[in-house]
């Protein structure tokens, strides 16, 4: 697989086991990733590290919602790249825009500087910019390595055309282009079709299945939080499944 990038996101230490055993090679660490995904805890990071040997890549992301920062999230985050950095993160995974849906050149600046050279993947907030070229070579310009993205539909496989100009626009742009990381909505029945038509060579995806709780008296009277998700569900990455799409990358 070495022509290829498997990288899978998770939000705990049992995902994260899982998906070095399945065949990845690169996680995205984050919490909560069932709305999205927002900033890993230190210690979370720490445990992570402490279990798995290949690169983790932090995502930097202050709350649920849009990109567009408050003054204090954006100290916020370069508080938290500095952490991070300092906690020996293999990458950075972040992304501001500004109300106008444009790259925030100037946010993102001093966030690079913040990361001193460590790699930075710009996230899915990419999908939602109003010009992706444009912002492709902003990135480029800022230093950018990775950008992660579905193509700006909701899932890859709709934005598959979109993905295919992208990953040529990488491919014949030889200059520290930025790596197109194809992800949102892959799996195992849509990646033979995504990657033969887009030319990829890299993948995010989460792998996760639902893994009932171990508890045997349940309150179901009571909900901690949104009242669309079960408090006795937990997700995590299934390590058969990721071992699935490894082995197809391998097979390619």
């Known amino acids: 697989m070495e022509k290829f990038t498997l990288e899978i996101c998770v939000d705990s230490v049992e995902s994260a086991i899982n998906a070095q055993k399945g065949g990845a090679n690169r996680l995205e660490l984050c919490s909560n990733l069932i709305i999205g995904g927002t900033t890993p805890t230190k210690s979370l990071f720490e445990e992570v590290k402490k279990n798995v040997d290949i690169p983790v890549n932090v995502l930097i992301r202050p709350r649920f919602g849009d990109f567009l920062y408050s003054p204090y999230e954006s100290d916020i985050i370069k508080n938290e790249v500095e952490m991070f950095k300092k906690l020996g993160a293999d990458g950075i995974v972040v992304g501001v825009l500004t109300e106008n849906g444009e790259i925030d050149t100037v946010n993102m600046k001093k966030i690079i500087e913040k990361s001193e050279n460590i790699p930075i993947t710009f996230h899915r907030a990419f999908d939602v910019c109003k010009d992706p070229v444009k912002a492709y070579y902003e990135l480029k310009e800022l230093g950018v390595k990775i950008i992660l993205t579905s193509g700006q539909e909701e ?69 901690m939080g949104l009242k669309e998700f079960s408090e006795f569900e937990i997700i995590e990455t299934d390590m058969k499944l990721v071992r699935e799409m490894s082995a197809y990358l391998k097979s390619i």
């Open 155 to 223: 899932n890859c496989l709709k934005g598959k055309k979109n993905l295919k100009k992208l990953v040529t626009l990488s491919n014949n742009d030889k200059n520290n282009s930025p790596e197109i990381l194809i992800g949102g909505g892959l799996n195992i029945n849509n990646i033979s079709e995504i990657a033969k038509y887009t030319k990829g060579t890299s993948f995010h995806f989460s792998a996760k299945k639902i893994k009932k709780s171990k508890m045997i008296y349940k309150n179901e009277n009571v909900n």
